[in-house]
């Protein structure tokens, strides 16, 4: 079956960086686009990054722009998120996606990352 599993949250200081792993597994990850999503609490959860399947467009909100870099290996089933300059708004449960239109979207379990001084 589908599964994700994220990692590389933690707590960091606003302005600092992070790093977030994606590891894919039970289908062909190289033919599907990949996402990450953030939920903070008390809110909606909210796409943060897009990769296409080579890579060659990747798509952020405004609130993320300039600050986080989508990439993936599709060598090694895993996609990515380098976070940098990040700010306490950042604080959220990052989840790694994949959506299908023949067995509909999956969700890792989520890794937490908090920016706090």
């Known amino acids: 079956q589908v599964q994700l599993v994220e990692s590389g949250g933690g707590l960091v200081q606003p302005g600092g960086s992070l790093r977030l792993s994606c590891a894919a597994s039970?289908?062909?990850?190289?033919?599907?686009?990949m996402n990450w999503y953030r939920q903070a609490p008390g809110k909606e959860r909210e796409l943060v990054a897009t990769?296409?399947?080579?890579?060659?467009?990747?798509n952020y909100p405004d609130s993320v722009k300039g600050r986080f870099t989508i990439s993936r290996d599709n060598a090694e089933n895993t996609v990515y998120l380098q976070m940098n300059s990040l700010k306490p708004e950042d604080t959220a449960v990052y989840y790694c996606?994949?959506?299908?239109?023949?067995?509909?979207?999956?969700w890792g379990q989520g890794t937490q990352v908090t920016v706090s001084s």
């Open positions: 996606n994949v959506h299908s239109q023949t067995w509909g979207s999956q």
């Open positions: 039970g289908f062909t990850f190289r033919r599907y686009a």
């Open positions: 990769i296409t399947t080579d890579s060659h467009s990747t």
